[in-house]
C-alpha cells in the first residue's frame, strides 16, 4: 500500500524535473523581464500587450499576448516562449526552441529587434510607453512655425503620402532661412513630429500642451508649430 501511494508521488516528480528546472534558471536580470510590456512597431502606430511570465515550458518561459496582437504582428502567433538573457538579449522562441525574434536592450526599460520581413519591433515598459501617438490625418493640416511668438513661415502637412512620409508645402511669404532649409516632407516618428529637409537632418518636434508642437532640442529662443 506505501508503495501504491509512493508511486505517483515519483511519477509527478520526475514529469516536473524540467519545469522546476527551468523555473529555478530564472535569474535575477530575468526577472526584471516579468510583467507586461508594451509591444510596437518603430512608428507605434501598430501597439499590443505582452506578458513575460515565470512558468516554464518546454522552451523557455511563458509569454502571452493580448488578443489583437497576432493581427497586427502574425509572427506572434508562432510564439510559444521566451528566455533571457542570452548574450544579454532577449528571444522570442517557436515550439521547437528556435528564435523567431531577437531584442537587445537600446536603454534602461526598451528594447528592440530589427526583423527580416517583419520590420523594427519595440518592446517597453508599459507603464513607460504613454499614449499612442496620434495618426496623421489628426497632424495635417496648417501650421505656423514660430520662433519667440514670430511667424516665420506657415506650412502646409498633408495627409497625401510619399515615398518616405507625407507632402508638406510652405505658404509665400516664409522668412529667407526657412526657404533655404527647404523642407520637402514631414513624418512621425515614435510620437515626434519630424520635418524632412532636402539635405541634411531634419527638424524635430515634441507635442506639448494645447495640441502644438515644440522643437526639440529646445533653443534659447523656442521654435514652435501652433496650428492655424
Known amino acids: 500500500m506505501k508503495l501504491a501511494r509512493i508511486t505517483p508521488l515519483l511519477i509527478a516528480l520526475v514529469a516536473a524535473g524540467p519545469a522546476l528546472a527551468q523555473t529555478q534558471a530564472l535569474g535575477d536580470s530575468a526577472k526584471g523581464v516579468l510583467g507586461a510590456w508594451e509591444f510596437s512597431n518603430a512608428d507605434r502606430d501598430k501597439i499590443c500587450s505582452v506578458t513575460f511570465k515565470a512558468d516554464a515550458t518546454p522552451v523557455g518561459f511563458k509569454v502571452e499576448f493580448d488578443a489583437n496582437c497576432a493581427n497586427l504582428f502574425p509572427i506572434v502567433s508562432r510564439v510559444t516562449g521566451w528566455k533571457f538573457p542570452e548574450n544579454d538579449n532577449l528571444f522570442l522562441l517557436d515550439a521547437d526552441g528556435k528564435a523567431l525574434v531577437e531584442f537587445s536592450e537600446v536603454e534602461s526599460g526598451m528594447y528592440e529587434a530589427p526583423t527580416p520581413g517583419v520590420g523594427v519591433l519595440f518592446l517597453q515598459a508599459a507603464a513607460a510607453g504613454g499614449p499612442p501617438p496620434k495618426p496623421p490625418e489628426q497632424v495635417a493640416g496648417t501650421w505656423a512655425m514660430t520662433r519667440g511668438g514670430k511667424t516665420l513661415c506657415t506650412l502646409s502637412l ?49 507635442e506639448v500642451e494645447g495640441g502644438n508642437w515644440r522643437r526639440v532640442p529646445e533653443s534659447a529662443v523656442e521654435i514652435m508649430l501652433v496650428r492655424q
Open 158 to 206: 498633408a495627409s497625401s503620402a510619399l515615398r518616405d512620409g507625407f507632402a508638406l508645402s510652405a505658404q509665400p511669404g516664409c522668412d529667407a532661412e526657412i526657404t533655404r532649409l527647404n523642407f520637402t516632407q514631414w513624418r512621425l516618428d515614435r510620437g515626434e513630429l519630424v520635418l524632412v529637409l532636402a539635405r541634411g537632418n531634419g527638424w524635430r518636434f515634441e
